[in-house]
């Protein structure tokens, strides 16, 4: 089946230094990736939506220039979280759909997620 | 906007038992419905999906889930739960198809007891 990775699984940072956090879908090509956040033993929270070739769409209440999105191609999104601090520590998920024929039957995909530390 | 409700924290089923996780859903429009689990410190997999069709849709491990619009709500259920069944569950949907944004429930522990 298709396969969403994420780089790094885990980091640990100090505070005030930016992270950058890799998505790729390794057998398909997606030009819609989507980034969640989810805190510990609660449920994922939709960040934005990663558009290939253009900005991406952030959700209500989520900083637009603390959490930069870049698709830079078909296969790859980044999420940097720049000038992390503590509240930042969370595990950060992202998916890209995997469209079909017809359209019908497109299934999301889920990466193992990162882990944020900030120290 | 859409938006998905799980009304249960946690759910205890003995193992063997038949178990049913709820969930209810709002939205505009037809649902695009869909259940992932996650293990401890691991990442979504996906379990079933609704989009059209058969209100029962059947899926991975075992489990099944309901359809029901009359009731917004989309159960999942297992007819003989495993321990290794045990984990955190989310419901969740999405509106204009199964490509597009997807809005998770708040999620259920279920813990089977041998």
């Known amino acids: 089946g298709a396969v969403v990775s994420q780089h790094p699984s885990r980091v640990i940072c100090k505070s005030g230094t930016s992270v950058k956090i890799e998505c790729r879908s390794l057998d398909f090509q997606a030009t819609t990736m989507f980034w969640y956040r989810q805190f510990p033993k609660k449920s994922l929270m939709l960040m934005a939506t990663?558009?290939?070739?253009?900005?991406?769409?952030?959700e209500q209440g989520v900083e637009k220039d603390k959490f930069l999105i870049n698709h830079a191609s078909l296969t790859l999104s980044t999420l940097t979280v720049t000038s992390a601090h503590p509240e930042d520590s969370s595990f950060y998920i992202c998916s890209a759909p995997l469209m079909e024929r017809g359209g019908v039957s497109d299934t999301q995909y889920f990466g193992p997620g990162t882990r944020l530390t900030v120290l | 906007a859409q938006s998905v409700a799980q009304p249960e924290d946690q759910v205890n089923v003995a193992e063997g038992n038949p178990l049913t996780v709820k969930c209810t859903y709002s939205?505009?429009?037809?649902?695009?419905l869909f259940w992932y689990v996650q293990y401890p410190n691991r990442g979504l997999q996906f379990l079933l999906k609704?989009?059209?069709?058969?209100?029962l849709v059947k899926g991975s491990y075992g489990f099944e889930a309901e359809f029901n619009k009359s009731q917004t709500s989309f159960h999942l259920k297992k007819p003989s739960a495993l321990v290794s069944d045990s984990a955190l569950y989310f419901c969740?949907?999405?509106?204009?198809?199964?490509?597009?944004?997807?809005?998770f429930g708040s999620g259920t522990r279920l813990s089977i007891r041998p």
């Open positions: 969740a949907v999405a509106q204009y198809s199964s490509a597009s944004k997807i809005i």
């Open positions: 609704y989009i059209t069709g058969d209100n």
């Open positions: 990663s558009n290939e070739g253009s900005k991406a769409t952030y």
């Open positions: 939205v505009s429009g037809n649902p695009y």
